[in-house]
């Protein structure tokens, strides 16, 4: 297994330039399904994730092809021939759930695999078969699969009990090929859910109040092909303006814009960063140690849950103690564990963690547990004074496109070592 080897402290500047958002490109390639026709997806990140969905599709007969040099695929799904996502693939990314949805659309059928839990929670998706039934499909759960069925969707009125990502959006994949009206209560607000509305409007689909919590669809008979390029990554972004909190510096980083960011610019602000946005992007200065920020996840517009570690990293070097509550998932915490042995000082009970900022982090052997932990973990050695090594950094590489070449390319010491 790759480890990462960090050399601190880091002091960071330069310019870097953000990817394609991992989290709108997932459900943008599953509506890809909706129509027969091809679409052409540009802004299209290098990562492990995206390869794992290109795997799901081409296993069910859809046509994916990978232009990587110049970031750009195109997808035809006019020869669909299983309506299966299995386990073995589900099982490795719980965004495989995102299928689900245009599968029945499309062909009135699914069966896909229960996703399970992973590290930071039991991740249920009742919320995805509570709408899909409002709508008409006969739904059963079985020997670890959902199956589906139904000749034909309708639209229907369906308020979420809980605020749902992937629950959104396959939602609103299935409402784009029902019969009627559909109107989500309740949905999430997220960019990508808006870049994924807007991507669906470039089919042909009908669609009002994205990024709102009231999203209104009309279904049609059929969509058609479309080409689109992906948002940047707001929580890519959001991790290496925390990096330059922790470490110090000044970078710009470009293809970002400031509505996307949410709280995360409002906070970087309270740590002490100077923030200036221009059309080519945004560029964050930190000269001084940061201040400690406190705060709770919850959907966005508020603070994104995968923003937490990357804060708490910051808050673990920063000036006074800071408290960090964790809303929407039930083990997000992983990382603490990680971040003590690098003589940071943090409590936590329940879902809440008290960080008191320390002088100095040492470099120790640190392990990463789950995506945004690995990128906390990377910030935080960053800072420390000393080598440390980060081990299972293919969390990371699901998430982010080449973390250690564009952090070495704005000053730090981050070499990937074969385990
Ligand atoms: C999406 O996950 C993101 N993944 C996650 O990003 C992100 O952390 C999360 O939204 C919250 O913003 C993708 O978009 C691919 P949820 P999702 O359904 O949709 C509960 C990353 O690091 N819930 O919004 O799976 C659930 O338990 C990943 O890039 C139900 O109870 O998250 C959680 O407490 C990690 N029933 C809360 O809602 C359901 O049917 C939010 O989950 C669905 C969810």
Not at 270 to 298: A, L, M
Not at 379 to 401: N, P
């Amino acid at each position: 297994m790759e480890k990462f080897r960090v050399s601190g402290p880091t002091k960071l500047a330069g310019e870097v330039s953000i990817s394609g958002a991992k989290n709108a490109a997932l459900p943008i390639f599953c509506a890809s399904i909706l129509t027969s026709e091809t679409v052409e997806i540009s802004n299209v990140p290098d990562l492990k994730d995206v390869s794992t969905m290109f795997s799901l599709l081409r296993k069910l007969g859809v046509k994916v092809e990978l232009d990587k040099k110049n970031k750009q695929c195109e997808i035809r799904a006019n020869s669909v021939h299983s309506i299966e996502a299995p386990y073995e693939l589900v099982k490795t990314m719980r965004a495989s759930i995102l299928v689900l949805g245009p599968l029945l659309a499309k062909y009135g059928e699914a069966k896909v695999s229960l996703p399970g839990g992973c590290a930071i929670g039991q991740r249920p998706v009742d919320q995805h078969i509570k709408g899909l039934r409002l709508m008409g499909a006969k739904i059963k759960l079985e020997n670890g699969y959902i199956t589906a069925k139904a000749k034909k969707l309708f639209g229907a009125k369906i308020t979420s009990d809980v605020i749902s990502v992937t629950g959104t959006e396959n939602l609103m994949m299935a409402a784009c090929l029902a019969e009627g009206k559909t109107v989500l209560e309740n949905s999430a607000e997220e960019p990508e859910i808006v870049d994924l509305a807007n991507f669906l409007r470039s089919m042909g689909a009908e669609i009002s109040g994205d990024g709102s919590n009231k999203i209104e669809i009309f279904g049609k008979k059929k969509l058609n092909g479309a080409c689109h390029t992906i948002i940047f990554d707001r929580i890519e972004a959001g991790t290496f303006f925390c990096a330059v909190a922790a470490c110090g510096g000044d970078i710009l980083l470009s293809g970002v814009n400031k509505e996307a960011m949410g709280m995360t610019l409002e906070k970087l602000r309270e740590c002490g960063g100077k923030i200036i946005h221009d059309q080519s992007g945004i560029r964050i200065k930190f000269f001084k140690r940061p201040n400690s920020v406190s705060f709770q996840t919850s959907s966005f517009p508020g603070f994104a849950t995968d923003m937490q570690a990357q804060f708490m990293a910051v808050n673990a070097v920063a000036k006074g103690t800071s408290i960090i509550k964790e809303s929407i998932f039930e083990n997000r915490f992983m990382h603490v564990q990680e971040m003590l042995r690098l003589g940071a000082k943090i409590s936590v009970r329940g879902n809440t963690a008290v960080v008191t900022g320390v002088d100095v982090l040492k470099g120790a052997g640190v392990m990463a547990t789950d995506l945004r932990a690995s990128a906390g973990l990377v910030i935080a050695a960053m800072a420390a004074h000393g080598q440390s090594m980060i081990d299972r950094i293919y969390h990371l590489d699901r998430g982010y496109e080449g973390m250690d070449k564009k952090l070495n390319l704005l000053g730090a010491s981050v070499d990937r070592v074969k385990g």
